[in-house]
C-alpha cells in the first residue's frame, strides 16, 4: 500500500525534509543529525514504525544506543508537526501535510500494517455537537480506520 498515492516518494521525502529544515530555521530549533535521520527513516517507509525499530536503525548507523535517543528525536517531530503517532500500532509515521493545520486520520491494513495518512473534514464539529451536553473538552482527536489495504486485497485475489 503506497502511503502517499502514486506520485514521486523521493520528491515527497525531500520535499518533506526541506520543510522541517525550513521551519526549524525559521523557527531557531535545532534539526539535528539524529532527529533528521529519525524523519528520514519514517519517510522511507510505507509502514509505522515503532520506537525500538528507529533505535535498531539508529544504532546500527552509530547515532545512539539508548531509548532516549529515539524518544527524544521522535518527540521533537511529533511537537513540530512532522510525524504522528498511529495509537492502534504504539508506531509513529510521518506526516504527510507537515506544517498544514489538519486531523490526521489513518487507515491501517490488518494483514501487513501498512499505513496510509489520509485528508478528512475536522472531525472536531460533529464531536463538540455530540459532547456539548456532557461538558466535556476534546484535547486531541484520533482517526484510525483498520481494515485491508488494496496490495493484500490483491495477493486474496490471486
Not at 28 to 53: F, I, P, S
Request: hydrophobic share 40%.
Amino acid at each position: 500500500m503506497n502511503m502517499v498515492g502514486s506520485n514521486d516518494h523521493e520528491g515527497c521525502k525531500r520535499l518533506a525534509l526541506a520543510t522541517a529544515e525550513a521551519f526549524c530555521l525559521e523557527n531557531k530549533l535545532h534539526l539535528t543529525k539524529t532527529r533528521r535521520r529519525v524523519l528520514e527513516l519514517l519517510l522511507e517507509q510505507h509502514k509505522a514504525l515503532g520506537a525500538y525499530a528507529i533505535l535498531k536503525k539508529l544504532t546500527e548507523e552509530g547515532l545512539g544506543s539508548q531509548p532516549v535517543t529515539a524518544y527524544r528525536a521522535l518527540n521533537f517531530l511529533l511537537k513540530h508537526g512532522f510525524a504522528h503517532k498511529v495509537e492502534k500500532l504504539n508506531a509513529f509515521v510521518a506526516c504527510i501535510h507537515p506544517q498544514e493545520a489538519h486531523t490526521p486520520a489513518f487507515m491501517i491494513c490488518s494483514n501487513c500494517s501498512s499505513v496510509a495518512e489520509v485528508q478528512i473534514p475536522s472531525p472536531q464539529g460533529v464531536l463538540h455537537k455530540a459532547n456539548q451536553s456532557t461538558g466535556f473538552r476534546i484535547e486531541r482527536t484520533i482517526v484510525e480506520a483498520v481494515g485491508v489495504c488494496p496490495s493484500c486485497v490483491e495477493e486474496e485475489i490471486a
